[in-house]
């Protein structure tokens, strides 16, 4: 199911090339020729909501240009309206099966809530995972709030200002706990859901405004804001591996189409596909811990090995800005589990909201001391390896 699933990413049957140049043509103003010297006759991917081609500027530049599927808002739309109907479904199917008198119900709605989470064994309320996957789903339409995304994950956020086409084209809700004059920053909410279009980050504003162009081994696609529409995306064409094929050049794996491979051969495919995995995990840790925005669709379909070395990210349709809070409790919970220390450990999962209001938290340490490695086992960190969450800082080893 999984090898099935993964076919999603880039392999799922292509719509013509000539609706394509088509939507090209509604969405630029011009012909096809205008713009491009070169784009090629078959898509070089297929996905659920798009495809893309590989092109060539009249200005000799190489590019992916990325088309969205014909009447895809409306098949979205219908799909989590179906999605939703089926969670009611299932409710009233539930009722059926174990009749109720409403009237005897002080809250029946509540009672409602509550029969369903049963059933699904899940503790929220199932119609919020249908709103959320909706959101995101819908913001994943526009392609103008990708390339956003894509330029605000390379330079630093208040830059994208200066980003003509798309400067205004988003709006986002007042920020209650700052200055109501200055917008939020991302392409997601600040609390980490997706698929919300907001303005770009005043450089005054509070939160991290460094992205990851100064990491020189993370690779991120140059957008073309002119050739770049609701419906078109087009970004600069990155020349790389694709993690998959590493995996099966270095493990020997051949098909028909596919001659076999050298001992030479599958041992340089091991070295980058390591390579691009340490890369990869740095990558994650500086997303997570340090920049706060992350691309939130990191497949294998997504990335890219360079032959520079770097990790190219590709798709930048998902992202999720994580709130500094959380990235304080984590870099606290690493220290924690170094050292031990179940109590603090709690109170930091506390902080990340993997904890739940009104959990016990006496009992959850308790567990984790009876269950979990002791904590001799463990180098401990010195004394003066502590978090100043006031401070928005983090000290290891007196620096």
Known sequence: MLQALSELHDRIP???TAHAMKIIEEELGSPVSRFFSYISEEPVAAASFGQVYRGTTVDGCAVAVKVQRPNLHHVVARDIYILRLGVRTKLYCSLLLFPVDESKIHNFRSFQ???????????NDLRLYADELGKGLMGELDYRLEATNASRFLVPSFKLKFFGIFEGVFRSKENNRGD?????????GDDGRRGRPVAPRDPKSTGPQEAHSRFPFIRVPKVFPHLTRKRVLTMEWVVGENPNDLVLVSTGVKDDSRPAYSEQQRLEAKRRLLDLVNKGVE?????LLETGFLHADPHAGNLRYTT?????????GLMCQM????QLAMLASIIHIVNGDWASLVHA???MDVVRPGTNIRLVTMVLQLHYVPSSQFQPLPPSAKLEGKKGKG????E
Do not use: C, Y
């Open 14 to 16: 292509p719509f013509p």
């Open 113 to 123: 809530l509550e029969l369903l989470q049963k059933i699904a064994k899940r503790k």
């Open 180 to 188: 109501p004059k200055s917008p939020k920053t991302t392409g997601e």
């Open 283 to 287: 990558a994650a840790l500086v997303q």
């Open 308 to 316: 520079s070395g770097q990790i190219g990210f590709l798709d930048f």
């Open 323 to 326: 709130e500094r809070r959380h």
């Open 349 to 351: 999962l506390s902080e």
């Open 395 to 398: 000290t290891s080893n007196g």
